[in-house]
């Protein structure tokens, strides 16, 4: 669909929901998938969106409002009573995500809701759930499963498979327990197809499988089924008994949203937040943050009148304030972000002195190339050998001590268990402003004596 | 294993590799997942590692050399001859990854390989697969795949199944075509088991289905299979014959390229580059931002000398240059991320009008907090109202044009079809400085009328 079409179609939906034409609105959405009607919800009144998720069968509002971003969802639920989100909507839903919508409710709202939950197995699935953090793999599993017994045979745990993912839309791997439902393994469906009917289930499973702790944390999970290509992991609880699944596309999200938030990080946004959200979020995920720049920067202020003598004596020093400042900080947010990143990736393989080493090297090169330009333009413009190269031995000075100090603070904060990411920010340009800044009149004051 | 026995276990495993004790490593890697013995090669000498390769399986030794970064899966097969590389590498590999790792080699070594491939139709299909730039659907999509035809009954799916999927690890997925090999539909093998042998496939198949073009980018398949929760998605060519198929373990790390590479960008490092990459990428890639830096410090060099009288006058004003500075490019970094991120998760539903005026309110909010804070400190540090005054209205003024900028550089990168993410790096900081540091001289002589 082109532009103009795009935007003919839209106006005529406009129309259409003016006045509630159901009929014409059903046809036109009638192969939309939820995620694209979600998107087409943000460019809408929450009128209009109360109206099309009225008119909608009951299984795509849900699918619908899964989509959505947690706010809108909840501007949503709101609208809807107890019994509808019970009956209507969360009926609808696959426990994991069940689950996470209620636990966005009040608390008030969340216990009416269970209590309204018709079919009792799906109601305890769900309490079960809630039970878990949702930073850990309980707080990200489903319970639809298929679990079948050791002790069955094909043609049985085939009958089984059927009757217990009568409601799943699709079935990639089948669990096999023992009678205590100790998961012993795992067989695929190829399997079970080309096996014949009265062979024992014992004797066909996988017994190698991959499967996570209840209690393991999301990110981990995440960098287990990234590093393992796993689609589907089983997830057993102390006693090593199924618990429940997680698959790949739960953990999707939260890869990204781990790249998302060391990004974030390292542009100063504290907190998880979009373009979509509130002025007043935004801005304080923001502010902190500039916060932290401004004290560093007033600290900064205080070292330069300190150095106030000398800058009459060399006016010259002035010019290349910011420029001590900014190339500090660039160097240790590039040096904090690789360690970052091969902390969180897991591919941090060398101790803190074959990283320092590393680092010091790669510092003294760039800091070699970038002080010979910084001499050569500062000779040519303002005819001060001796000011010109105290300015480009100060640079070189910054430049390894900066990379340093990126390299070392993540690492340090690894260690003490604080993600080490909220050190990319401007916490580390922050501090290597006020670092720089000290160096270079400390140079200064040594190589021209004022 | 706790510590201790790790460092244990890894001397006695030296101890073995260098007395070539075959048996006892084999025994001691007998059940290590590839990946897991790949992150054991990065703590090996290179000669260690050609052992352990040559003496698994050739099964295993190709998984592993898959799970290696490319440079040091380069270093081990130049130590193997073409006919080695194609009878016990890459007749061990899927199709895509096959054409991966031979698409890596030099050209007169690629030629030789693919000639020594034995099997013909592997090698036709990974001759066709290295047509395609890999940074499309094309280049991320596998020959292997089920496909059957919608006049076959059940049990003929079965038994092709059976068949085409003899060499395959796990089948989620039938694909369903027609005597053109045109893509009609999914079978799911939940259904095959679930459905009477003599029904004809052409009755049970869903022919909702999600396909991606071969020429699609990989980051848009990407996104598709992310928003859309699929876990493998069939490519077409422009008639719609089904030619390969794409798994979303596949696509993660592209996911997690695309935020790592945003994120990379945004703490000045040019390339993908990480922490195992040798000293001299590292400088190439960092080493460009670094410049760019001091380039536009230069540039502030040169306003600042523009204005000696004006410090001279009113000294103050030098203390806070890198307060303003810092603040310009926090300012326009945090503006800037939260407009890329939207755009590369999609999620961007607004015009440049709303997000401007969105950003201007914030920036004002923002302006207004740090403006206070930095007129409290100047003020009772200097007992100086009006440079205070001024320091803080241009702080003020500052913030607001960063965020200004900080929104609207991205749009406008994008608009030109340039990657938005380059804009949040040493870029936006030093162009916010330059932009800032003017700002400040501006507002300060109108002011002060110095």
Same mark, same amino acid.
């Given at each position: 669909m082109n532009e103009v079409n795009a935007r003919e179609k839209q106006a005529e939906l406009l129309q259409w929901l003016g006045d509630h034409n159901q009929r014409a609105i059903l046809e036109y959405l009638k192969d939309w998938h939820p995620a694209d009607i979600a998107d087409l919800f943000y460019q809408l009144q929450i009128e209009d969106r109360q109206y099309i998720l009225s008119i909608l069968g009951n299984e795509q509002s849900a699918n619908v409002l899964l989509e959505l971003e947690e706010e809108d969802r909840a501007e949503l639920l709101d609208n809807l009573t107890a019994t509808q989100i019970a009956q209507d909507v969360i009926i609808e839903m696959d426990t994991d995500d069940a689950a996470d919508v209620i636990s966005e409710l009040s608390d008030d709202k969340k216990k009416e809701v269970i209590s309204q939950i018709e079919d009792s197995e799906h109601a305890k699935d769900i309490v079960d759930l809630l039970r878990y953090d949702e930073d850990t793999a309980g707080g990200l599993m489903g319970k639809e499963l298929v679990m079948v017994y050791n002790s069955w045979n094909v043609i049985r745990a085939v009958r089984e498979m059927r009757r217990q993912a009568e409601y799943m839309e699709e079935v990639y791997s089948v669990y096999v327990v023992d009678d205590d439902q100790k998961l012993l393994g795992i067989l695929s469906l190829k399997k079970l197809l080309t %096996?014949?009917?009265? %062979?024992?289930?014992n004797d066909v499973y996988n017994p190698k499988f991959r499967a996570v702790a209840v209690t393991d944390s999301a990110e981990s999970v995440a960098l287990d089924i990234q590093k393992y290509d796993l689609y589907e992991v089983p997830v057993i609880d102390e006693l090593g008994k199924l618990v429940g699944r997680i698959t790949v596309d739960d953990v999707i999200d939260v890869i990204r949203e781990e790249a998302e938030k060391d990004y974030q990080l390292a542009s100063g946004?504290?907190?998880?937040? /979009? !373009?979509?959200?509130s002025i007043w979020s935004l801005t304080r995920a923001r502010l902190p943050w500039l916060l932290i720049g401004v004290a560093g920067s007033l600290v900064s202020s205080r070292i330069l009148d300190g150095n106030l003598d000398a800058m009459e004596a060399v006016p010259m020093l002035i010019l290349f304030i910011p420029l001590i400042a900014a190339t500090a900080g660039n160097m240790g947010v590039q040096s904090s972000a690789i360690v970052v990143q091969a902390l969180a990736s897991g591919?941090?393989?060398? %101790?803190l002195g074959q990283n320092l080493s590393k680092e010091v090297l790669i510092g003294i090169l760039n800091g070699i190339a970038l002080a010979l330009v910084l001499f050569a333009f500062s000779a040519i413009f303002y005819d001060n050998y001796l000011a010109a190269a105290t300015i480009s031995v100060s640079l070189f000075a910054v430049i390894v001590v900066a990379a340093i100090v990126g390299t070392t603070i993540p690492l340090f904060l690894e260690k003490k268990g !604080?993600?080490? #990411? !909220? #050190?990319? /920010?401007p916490f580390i340009t922050t501090s290597n402003d006020v670092i720089g800044i000290s160096i270079y009149f400390l140079v200064a004051k040594l190589m021209l004596g004022i």
């Open positions: %096996t014949s009917s009265n %062979t024992i289930v946004i504290s907190q998880d937040v /979009g !373009i979509e959200d591919s941090m393989k060398r %101790t !604080i993600d080490p #990411a !909220i #050190a990319t /920010g």
